[in-house]
């Protein structure tokens, strides 16, 4: 079955630090790939998307990602994090199949940043 | 981008009764879809609802406990019916805006069942 894993469940950072979330996926064929974050509170808002083309991704607010078709992954990157990207973060693939538009998404990553 | 209405934003309910949840989408949109996102899990897809035809259910979830609505292209209901303290989650309303562009989600509806 179609799966999407997010190996860190939790991610405490301080200010100015580095991130990174990983995100693999399995599904053979051509796929559609994005990050959504959940601000507290708030609802899901995309980060930013992969459909094709350049394989490395710029969304808002920093963060980017990269596509690695041969790893089958989309990590999410942001060179260094603020106390407002404190917030779950998921990654979400879409198996591009004729007429499928179902969305799969992994189990989340809360991320806390230490002001 | 579409703007999303989901209501209510949270309730609690007794077990065996059942609840509507709406979602209202201010442009038209051909599909709309219902999440189910249980506590400390994923978001999985209960059903795709395009208007004017039946929803289509995702593996585990039937038509008999979670009846869904499209009457037209901004407004879609899901009911969970006969609640048991399992369907504690929160359910989340999406709508593919069409021309290539990524799901837009509701703010959800957090739900309690007693």
């Known amino acids: 079955a179609q799966s999407v894993s997010q190996h860190n469940h939790h991610v405490i950072l301080s200010e100015a630090a580095s991130l990174e979330l990983g995100c693999n996926y399995s599904?053979?064929?051509?796929?559609?790939l994005f990050w959504y974050v959940q601000y507290p509170g708030q609802h899901l808002q995309l980060l930013l998307k992969?459909?094709?083309?350049?394989?490395l991704v710029k969304g808002i607010k920093g963060f980017e990602a990269e596509f690695i078709k041969s790893k089958f992954s989309f990590n999410l990157r942001k060179p260094s994090v603020q106390w407002s990207d404190t917030a779950e973060y998921f990654c979400?693939?879409?198996?591009?199949?004729?007429?499928?538009?179902?969305?799969?998404f992994g189990t989340g990553t809360r991320l806390k940043v230490l002001a | 981008s579409a703007v999303i209405s989901q209501k209510p934003s949270r309730d609690i309910c007794q077990r065996g009764t059942s609840l509507t949840i709406q979602c209202q989408v201010d442009?038209?949109?051909?599909?709309m879809f219902w999440y189910r996102q249980q506590p400390g899990q994923s978001l999985t897809l209960i059903a795709t609802?395009?208007?004017?035809?039946?929803?289509?259910?995702e593996s585990g979830f039937v038509i008999d406990k979670f009846p869904i609505s499209r009457p037209n292209l901004t407004f879609s209901t899901l009911t969970v019916s006969n609640m048991s303290p399992e369907d504690s989650s929160i359910y989340l309303c999406?709508?593919?805006?069409?021309?290539?562009?990524?799901?837009?989600f509701g703010d959800g509806t957090r739900l309690s069942i007693l």
């Open positions: 599904y053979g064929g051509t796929v559609n």
């Open positions: 992969y459909f094709s083309g350049d394989p």
């Open positions: 609802a395009n208007q004017g035809s039946e929803a289509t259910y």
């Open positions: 999406s709508v593919d805006p069409g021309g290539n562009q990524p799901q837009h």
């Open positions: 442009s038209q949109v051909t599909m």
């Open positions: 979400a693939v879409n198996p591009y199949t004729s007429g499928t538009y179902k969305y799969i």
